[in-house]
């Protein structure tokens, strides 16, 4: 099992989506002889060439809307927007067009596409190039959304995505693209959308995260081992549609719950998270629901010292733990 | 170019029958039979003079709202758009789900439509992009009325068509008015068409109230788009003479006289005179069709009423399809 970075697990299995139906292409600013900002794309020009590696003008809405075309004429679109801040001009074509398209007709179309983003801040982004938009979008029926965490599964789960036959938000950690290495098996796999997978086995209470926050989570559990608490990490990998079978199972074990994102706290996904535990774990609660997210600003902001204090990392979530342990 | 008397006829018979279904969906909101109406009367000519320049069940249709007539050449059935009247179960486009004139219909190739203006065309970029990728010498087309070519949809849509060279064609329908707007405060020019040359497209003008002129600038749009000339922009220049939708009173902005004005040149009465004018429509079968036409709408709306609502069951889903729809 070669080990590779989050990126290239990504660049693989589009390289081999690509290869194994040729009615996959992919779109998106920059992706063609560039390879992309972050180079996800890397090489896929010079070997599919510009028919299939298509560099979309600078208009975010065309697309999702020339995928979503595609996509019910029966190509198999991968759309790249090159920051999930700028994915908003397509927000109307991914809410009302491509996830209403299969219900809207009676089942008679549907928007078979990935839509990939960068998304998350840590990196010097500044306000606009370091945005968490999951719970926008997870708020959609008949769209999916998806967030890996690590190599292999985001090659697993993107790979899934191109095969699903309905549209998949593919939220991909920018700060991980090279921080995060892991082993990717070899040959021919898949990991299915919607399935949580419980990262690390605990007892005292259970952490809920998804992509850079599932690894610093992981981190965070670590640090805390050493002081005698046994937390269990969940990733949930797949935030819509939600796997709420194995949010309560965890929640059932452990007695205590924390979600953990970087989008700010009010309405953010862990507020679901949480309302979930209380529809149906409540009485296995030994303490309240917390959260751990970004602060309720308008964005990350640029300057270091102020990045650092938006930003969750392994500290701030172990000290979060060891709170909810002691409760 | 000459079209034999039997095309000229089945042309007429088009727009009879659509306006007279057009007509019948009037007077049963009128009798609070059904709860909504959007017209396409006066559109008659532009539309089925496009349609008889495509191939139903090759070609592709992304519709809007007012695409009554060219949604029955492409196959649509008054049965089936009197169930949209009604929202009664099995209705074509959405299974009842969307209001009527929500146009869609798998078997004709005509992709399922929704409310806000002008997103279908960036779907019919991407259908012709699919086409251009597969080697399809189909064609697609895409209506819209001219209020929508202010939202940035038309011009992301055009513009890939235009930089792909797509076999599209995008017939405005400029009815003078989006709802209550009249077009010189839509826009400083006075001709939508003009707008092709900023594309890099083909653009013309036409009396949208001529079939046979329609027909001649819509043949060769699509030869262009068939034999790899990439997009045209056509204007077709009409006028509605009735209210936006059931739920408008047109009389609030703009005379009567202006109504009347236009009636005088009504698409129908005008095809009529010139068919009568060479002899093709001996009164006697005008009177046949106007028979025909009554038959087969009060076959609709007598079908329509005696069908069921759909389950409330058939609200619940499917959401997400479960198999791919396509190739």
């Given amino acids: ?327 | 170019m000459e079209l034999s008397k039997e095309t000229l006829l089945a042309m007429y018979y088009a727009m009879l029958r659509s306006r007279r279904l057009d007509e019948r969906a009037w007077v049963l909101h009128r009798q609070g039979k059904i709860v909504f109406h959007i017209s396409g009367m006066g559109h008659e000519a532009a539309q089925v003079g496009a349609a008889f320049a495509l191939k139903p069940g090759k070609d592709w249709l992304v519709p809007y709202y007012r695409d009554l007539a060219l949604m029955l050449c492409f196959g649509l059935t008054p049965r089936e758009f009197m169930l949209s009247l009604f929202g009664k179960q099995s209705e074509a486009s959405s299974g009842a789900r969307q209001m009527p004139s929500h146009f869609g219909l798998r078997r004709a190739n005509v992709v399922s439509t929704s409310a806000p203006v002008a997103t279908q065309i960036p779907h019919a970029a991407g259908i012709g992009l699919g086409m251009k990728m597969r080697g399809d010498d189909a064609v697609v087309v895409t209506g819209i009325g001219e209020g929508s070519t202010s939202q940035g949809e038309w011009y992301e849509g055009l513009n890939w068509a235009a930089v792909h060279k797509l076999p599209m064609i995008c017939i405005v329908q400029n009815n003078q008015y989006a709802i209550s707007v009249p077009s010189h405060k839509q826009m400083a020019i006075p001709n939508v068409a003009d707008r092709a040359a900023a594309f890099g497209m083909p653009g013309a003008v036409v009396d949208g109230n001529d079939v046979l002129a329609v027909y001649r600038v819509m043949m060769d749009a699509v030869t262009r788009a068939r034999t790899g000339g990439g997009p045209t922009l056509i204007e077709a220049k009409t006028y509605r003479p009735v209210p936006h939708s059931s739920d408008d009173d047109d009389r609030s902005y703009r005379t009567r006289e202006e109504v009347a004005e236009w009636k005088k040149r009504d698409p129908i009465l005008l095809f009529k005179g010139y068919l009568e004018s060479k002899g093709r429509l001996p009164p006697a079968l005008n009177d046949d069709y106007e028979t025909r036409v009554l038959a087969e709408v009060d076959d609709a709306q007598k079908f329509a009423e005696a069908a069921p609502y759909p389950a409330i069951e058939s609200a619940f889903g499917p959401v997400y399809a479960a198999e791919a729809h396509h190739a």
């Avoid at chain 1, 979008?137 to 008949?142: D, E, N, T, V, W």
């Avoid at chain 1, 559990?221 to 050493?226: F, P, R, T």
């Fill in chain 1, 1 to 327: 099992m070669p080990e590779m970075t989050l990126i290239e697990a990504i660049r693989q299995g589009m390289d081999e989506e690509l290869a194994r139906d040729d009615c996959v292409f992919i779109t998106g600013e920059d992706v063609g002889p560039r390879g992309g900002v972050f180079r996800a794309t890397q090489g896929l020009f010079e070997k599919y060439g510009p028919k299939r590696i298509i560099d979309s003008p600078l208009a975010e809405l065309s697309i999702v809307g020339v995928g979503i075309g595609a996509a019910v004429y029966g190509m198999r679109p991968i759309c790249e927007i090159q920051f999930a801040d700028f994915i908003f001009p397509a927000f109307n074509q991914i809410l009302n067009e491509a996830a209403r398209m299969f219900y809207r007709s009676g089942g008679e179309w549907a928007a078979p596409m990935v839509i990939r983003a960068p998304y998350g801040g840590g990196v010097g982004g500044g306000l606009y190039h370091s945005q968490s938009v999951e719970a926008f979008f997870a708020h959609i029926p008949g769209l999916k959304v998806v967030i890996p965490s690590n190599p292999k599964d985001a090659k697993g789960l993107l790979k899934s995505a191109v095969r699903d036959p309905n549209p998949v938000l593919f939220l991909e950690p920018k700060k991980g693209y090279r921080l995060i290495k892991g082993f990717v098996p070899e040959g021919e796999y898949t990991v299915p959308i919607g399935p949580a997978h419980v990262s690390r086995e605990g007892a005292d209470l259970t952490v809920f995260a998804y992509g850079i926050m599932h690894y610093y989570c992981l981190q965070a559990a670590a640090l805390v081992a050493k002081e005698g608490i046994s937390a269990e990490v969940v990733d949930l990998r797949t935030l819509l549609p939600v796997d709420k079978a194995a949010i309560v199972a965890s929640v059932r074990k452990t007695g205590k719950a924390m979600i953990v994102h970087e989008d700010n706290l009010t309405g953010g996904y862990g507020g679901e998270v949480a309302a979930i535990i209380a529809d149906e774990a409540f009485a296995d609660l030994d303490a309240p629901v917390k959260r751990l997210c970004g602060p309720d600003v308008p964005g990350v902001p640029f300057s270091h010292p102020m990045q650092d204090w938006f930003m969750p990392n392994p500290e701030k979530i172990a000290k979060a733990m060891k709170e909810l342990a002691a409760y």
